[in-house]
């Protein structure tokens, strides 16, 4: 009996020792053939990266196991998860530009003739008050970041004597008034800005810094008129000029000819150029040119003021003509092909006058928008908006009494102080004419090239 087992029980334990003969019992295929490694499994649709395991080394093969049946998702749980390819797009996407705006805004001429000063003294202080001048425009003049003023008189106050065309001398209240108007910005290059001489030069820009305005076209020493004057609002960098094409016949005071700026088309060339090499984003020029009375620009205006634009100047705000003008849009084109905009304002009329009849007493309030890129590095000049206005003359205890109106705004509602009602139409038919005159230059823009 022992013999009849034992040779099978040998061989079984033979096959023991020698390892792989049984069965086996893991879940894995039979010992004996190829091993099997299992292929890496999706995770569920949520949570797909779009990357698998490496392949097996070869020479093996890769176990596929039986598909598992996936629960129904519905159509926004079966898209792929886009994080990955969001973050990659979002390091190339560039970033969100900076952008600052602000506005400009000008007015033409600022005169006292003498039959302003009466109404306008307050006898029991023993002062003049202008404010009723600009009492009306005032809500408009307040929403420009830089509101500037052409002033086409000395204000060199009581003690240089007060007078009238054809050399004025005003009240040194005027300052005042113009800064509570809402200008910032004075500019006084002009005809008549050596009226009352060197003093009243030096006594007009101590009346008007002294209220904390920011002058240009005179000067009290070199050094003050070689100052690159750069004004800074919302970011934005205003560089300014201003000139005039003469001063009457007075001469320039003897060893001063640094007292008022005139037009020489190479200094301005060159002043603009240190403008730009200063920093200024754009740059505006107050120009005193034309021809008086006349309602359109001349040649010599045209060419003038589209050379400083071709060289590099953005905005010119005309006056001296006593009347509008119209304006007119250029585009300027570098020689690498790159694009600029620059307008031209010819003549802004008459502000604050006793001129009466035709459209001396009319005059305009530009506003015109800036924008800059401060990630392109790139200052552009926007919109271009001409508010007309009309110098309102009516007498009050037997003195003339002068208020700015905004004409458009003030036909609407029709309550003009002192104003008969049929006037109205004759309003509306001057705004009319003048809405014409300013935008018959303005429906092409004129091409320049960059100088």
């Known amino acids: ?23 086996s019992f893991t879940g894995q295929r039979p010992a004996g053939g190829p091993s099997k490694t ?8 949520g949570g797909v990266t779009g990357q698998h395991n490496a392949p097996a080394p070869e020479g093996t093969e890769q176990y596929e196991p039986e598909p598992v049946p ?37 007015v033409g001429d600022i005169m006292v003739h003498m039959p302003q000063l009466p ?99 005179t000067a009290r020493s070199a050094a003050e008129a070689a100052k690159l004057t750069i004004i800074e609002r919302q970011k934005i960098k205003m560089g300014l000029l201003a000139y005039t094409y003469g001063t009457n016949g007075i001469p320039l005071p003897k060893n001063k000819p640094y007292t008022v700026s005139l037009i020489n088309e ?55 003509p ?5 304006f007119e849009i250029c585009e300027v084109t570098a020689a690498d092909g790159t694009t600029r905009r620059g307008v031209i304002i010819y003549s802004m009329g008459n502000f604050i006058s006793n001129q009466r009849g035709d459209l001396k007493d009319y005059g305009v309030i530009f506003k015109v928008a800036i924008e800059k890129n401060h990630t392109a590095g790139r200052t552009t000049i926007g919109s271009v908006t001409a508010i007309p206005t009309w110098v309102h003359r009516y007498k009050l205890h037997g003195l003339y009494r002068y208020s700015i109106l905004p004409l458009e705004q003030s036909i609407a509602k029709r309550s003009i102080p002192a104003f008969p009602s049929s006037g109205y139409s004759t309003l509306q038919h001057q705004l009319n004419r003048l809405n014409k005159r300013l935008h018959s230059m303005s429906a092409q823009p004129v091409q320049l090239a960059a100088q």
């Not at 009996?1 to 020792?17: D, E, G, I, N, Q």
């Not at 299992?38 to 649709?45: K, L, Q």
């Not at 090499?277 to 309602?295: R, V």
């Open 322 to 326: 006593h009347v509008v003008q119209p």
């Open 266 to 320: 190479n200094a301005m060339i060159s002043d603009i150029a240190k403008l730009r090499k200063a920093g200024a984003d754009f740059i505006t020029i107050a120009l005193h040119f034309g021809i008086e009375y006349e309602t359109k620009p001349n040649e010599a205006q045209k060419q003038l003021a589209r050379k400083l634009i071709a060289a590099g100047a953005d905005i010119v705000a005309g006056s001296h």
């Open 1 to 23: 009996m022992k013999s009849r087992y034992w040779a099978p029980l040998s061989v079984l334990f033979v096959c023991l020792l020698l390892g792989g003969c049984l069965p």
């Open 70 to 106: 996936e629960p129904e998702q519905n159509e926004e749980q079966a898209l792929p998860d886009k994080k990955g390819e969001n973050n990659e797009q979002a390091k190339q996407k560039p970033a969100k530009a900076v952008v600052t705006k602000a506005e400009l805004i000008a």
């Open 119 to 217: 109404g306008a003294y307050d006898s029991k202080h023993k002062r003049y008050r202008f404010d009723h001048f600009f009492k009306e425009v005032k809500p408009v003049l307040e929403q420009g970041d830089w509101s500037m003023a052409n002033l086409e008189a000395p204000i060199g106050g009581k003690a240089l004597g007060y007078s009238g065309f054809p050399r004025f001398n005003a009240p040194s209240e005027m300052a005042e008034a113009l800064k509570k108007a809402g200008f910032n910005i004075v500019t006084n290059a002009n005809n008549h800005a050596l009226d009352r001489g060197f003093a009243g030069v030096e006594r007009t820009l101590v009346h008007l810094q002294k209220q904390g305005l920011i002058t240009k076209g």
């Open 38 to 45: 299992p292929a890496a499994v999706p995770t569920s649709p």
